[in-house]
């Protein structure tokens, strides 16, 4: 499963030290369009997931679908309105179908490589990402207290899979130290692949400034949870 950054919450230990976050009702992972229908069902037999909540835009869903037997409940509650995140229908949602189309002009991929900082804080802030946020939360939350284990992701469990994390673990009175240290584990199967990423994007573009822009993009960053954890009122 490392190809889809996926894990369980569970384990986790509450900030006032008693007890941690129940195994089997809460996963995260990036996009499940890499596995086949057969291998979906199998994970989630194997985890016994029974739902799971799609964070992408209705554009990234469309161009890469969850794969799901018809006994999962699919929800889609996207956190991130579709012009919020710079991508189009002519260009795709993947990044590295997006360079590649667009590799003879640098600056328009550097235009279209969002600001982090703002996207942390916007999403615990502005109104429409703050309500679908708070959605999320709830649903988690109404879903484990039926005892229904489930599966919430974006593209690449990252950023909008990472604030709904912090989100959910704030309301199950986790501290912050123990927020971060799972928004961090990302890095753990995200390395290699952005290696491979970065090396894909000097050999498109020969633009070093891309190749580092790539590498921040790709990999999770300590202050950006911090942003998103200090905004969350």
């Known amino acids: 499963m490392n190809e889809l950054n996926f894990r369980d919450l569970g384990g986790i230990p ?24 057969e291998e979906c069902a199998a994970l989630c037999d194997q985890h016994r997931i029974r739902c799971v909540i799609d964070l992408r835009t209705p554009v990234e869903s469309a161009e890469f679908p969850d794969h799901l037997p018809e006994h999962i409940e699919y929800v889609q509650i996207p956190l991130l309105k579709d012009a919020t995140v710079g991508v189009t229908h002519e260009t795709g949602s993947d990044p590295m179908t997006i360079i590649r189309n667009l590799r003879k002009t640098p600056e328009k991929l550097m235009e279209m490589v969002p600001d982090f900082n703002k996207l942390y804080k916007e999403i615990v802030t502005d109104d429409y990402s703050r309500g679908q946020l708070d959605k999320v939360v709830g649903r988690l939350r109404e879903n484990a207290e039926k005892g229904i284990g489930t599966l919430y992701h974006c593209t690449a469990g990252k950023d909008r899979t990472g604030v709904v994390s912090m989100a959910l673990l704030k309301s199950l009175n986790v501290s912050d130290e123990e927020i971060i240290k799972d928004f961090m584990k990302t890095n753990r199967t995200a390395f290699l692949p952005t290696i491979k990423k970065c090396v894909g994007v000097w050999i498109l573009t020969r633009n070093w400034s891309l190749v580092k822009t790539a590498y921040h993009s790709f990999m999770a960053e300590r202050r950006l949870i911090e942003i998103a954890i200090r905004n969350y009122k």
């Open 14 to 37: 509450f900030s006032d030290g008693k007890g941690c976050v129940p195994k089997g009702l809460f996963f995260r992972s990036g996009k499940l369009s890499a596995l086949t229908k």
